[in-house]
Every structure is written in structure tokens, then in C-alpha cells.
């Protein structure tokens, strides 16, 4: 049994806390307690105590973690500093680089559909050598994966190096992929896929921090400012052609479609403000060839033809098939023949069809451009 005087021992003494004269009533009423009533008071403020502790110590070891989770239930991350909204993860699938233009064209995700893939400067501006974010890293063709922790702000998972959107000026045959292990950007041929996979952002790089005056380039701002900078066309949505003055859309509209539906496809075409959007002439549509992408590429001590596999055209538009054009195909007697001229990128040459047949056929749309 507890004797009274051992109360002491058990609690915090209430000398320390009763030192003046006002207490004598609170340490009289205090020493008439009895040991159970002592005992509950101690245990009843020690519960506190502690609780009051692990609370305080678990909201300041968990943010990282909080974080980590509201990235996954979201789905998405806002970069603070440059506005970008990120998807919390690769698509988890080794794709080459067309691949990957295509799923992040096709993204919807958080009601938005104005996703796409990543610039190689939007990718480095998210790694971050002092974080350590869960991902995976292995082979998606036999589904062998091991955790893989990658240096990337917002806890995004990856289980890849994504690809860019940014080509090589000097090779239009190679992009950018970013590596969040060592944090170095390499180029590879648009049709290697192992180990590389699709990240997806959206919103403008206007959002994006100018870097400091002393360090930007005469390239860099042009980039920037000049709408017939190749390097950026998907992410300003179209292309000024310098020779011809042509705006041309980035992409096709993605799909097969007869002549009569891409001609109503590129009339209602709204894009960067203007509604005067249409489908283009065989000619103009001629005038994109870039021949010089055609030649064989030699990588180290392997050659790489990539002629069809990827359409090459100027000005880094995205073509998923062949494109329709405006013109019509005439009798001899000057009459509409029920066919219409498309332009193969893949042959390199204009072909006729009938206006009803749409396999492989789609819409490119172009306007003048008058500034």
C-alpha cells in the first residue's frame, strides 16, 4: 500500500507551484487529498502530457509523407515556384518518343485534357539531389520491378528517365530524356523506348522563372519569342513556317477521318485566338518535307534508318498518319472526280483516294499568318 508521504514520488510536487501566499488555501486543499485521488490527478495530467508530445512529434516528422500521399490521391502536383501542374506518375510503360507525345496528348487527368509531354529544361527544373521520392525501375515487358528511389520534387513516381519534348536542332532524329539519378539530360534516336517513359505537365512556360539576364542567350530568348522556334511546338500549340509565313497546328487532329470530315474539322479549328483555320493545299502540305531527317543516323557503330517510323516534317509538328488536302482531283472536262489529293509522309509523295475513304488519312490544319 502507498503511504501519503510517498505521494511525492509520484507526481510533480506542488510546492513548485504554490510558492506564495495567495496558495496557502490550494496547498491546504491539497494535502487533505487522499493517495487514489493524488494518483488519479498524476495519471490524468502524465496522459496528457504525453499525448500533447506524440502529436506535436508526429506533425513534425511527418510532411514528406503527407505530402507523398496527397500527390497520390490527387492524382497531380503543382510545382510552386513555376505554376506547372505535373502527374503524379509516368505512364509506367516503356514507350519511345512518338509513343510518348501520343499518351500525353491523350492525358485526361484532373478535368483537364491540355496535357503534354515535358520540355528537357521543365524536367531538369524538378529534380532536386536532396529529395528522395518512391518510384520503381526495371523492364514493363516482363513486369520485373524493384523500388528505386529518384531525385524529383512533389514525390512523383517514376519508373523511368522521361522523355522531353525537345529535339535536337543538330539531330531532328533525337530528343531529350532526363535522368533523376544523376541529374543529366541525354539525347536518344526517337524510336529507342527501353528504359524511357512519358511525363506529363500542363500549363504554359510563361509561368516558368525568366533565368538571370546575364545568363540568357540569343538562342534562349529566341526560343522565347519567335513562334517559328521549332524546339517548342507542342508546347505553343503551333508552328510559324519563316519561309512560307504559314501557321501550322502542331499536330493532326489524331484520328482517321474522310475528306469531307477533316475539311469541317479544320473550319471549326479554334487555336491561339484565331477561327480562320483550314485544311491545307497539297503544296503547302509538300512544303513541310524535311528530306534531311530522312538520312540514316549512325549511333556509335550502328546505323538507324528511321523512315518509317517516324514522319519528318519541319517546324516539330506531330503527324500520326497521312494528312488530306484542300485540293480535289478533276475530269478532263475540269469536273470534281469524287477524289482528293493526300500528302504520304512516310513515301514522301502526294496520292489520290476517294473523298469517303478516311483508314489512315487525317487533318492538318494551317492559316495565314499575317503578323
Known sequence: MIRP????????????VTNGPRDN???????????????????TVLTMFFTRSMVASSKASSPDKNSEQETRVRGYWVDPSTKLMWAGKDNNKEVNWRQATKYCRGLRLAQYSDWRLATIDELQGIYDKGVDAHGLAGSSKNMKYSPWNR??????????DPWSS?????????????????GRRYREPLSFHIGKDAL??????????????NTVTASAQTLM?????????QVRGYWVDPTTRLMWAAKDNGKNLNWYMATKY?????????????????????SLIDMK????????DTDYNLFNDILHVNGNLLLTGAEWSSDQRYDDRGHPDGYGWYFDFVNVLPLDDELSFYTGKHALCVRHSRD
Open 5 to 16: 508521504e510517498q505521494n511525492s514520488s509520484y507526481c510533480v510536487s506542488f510546492e513548485s
Open 225 to 233: 519569342d519567335d513562334p517559328s522556334s521549332s524546339e517548342d511546338t
Open 266 to 286: 479544320c473550319n471549326n479549328y479554334r487555336l491561339a485566338g484565331y477561327s480562320d483555320w483550314r485544311l491545307a493545299t497539297i503544296n503547302e502540305l509538300e
Open 25 to 43: 488555501q490550494l496547498r491546504h486543499t491539497i494535502s487533505r487529498m487522499s493517495v487514489k485521488q493524488h494518483m488519479i490527478i498524476c495519471l
Open 166 to 182: 525537345s529535339l535536337r536542332d543538330d539531330a531532328p532524329d533525337f530528343a531529350w530524356r532526363f535522368d533523376f539519378n544523376d
Open 200 to 213: 506529363c505537365v500542363r500549363g504554359s512556360a510563361a509561368n516558368l522563372s525568366p533565368p538571370p539576364v
Open 293 to 300: 531527317a530522312y538520312d540514316r543516323t549512325r549511333v556509335r
Open 151 to 160: 531525385h524529383v520534387k512533389g514525390n512523383i513516381f517514376l519508373t523511368g
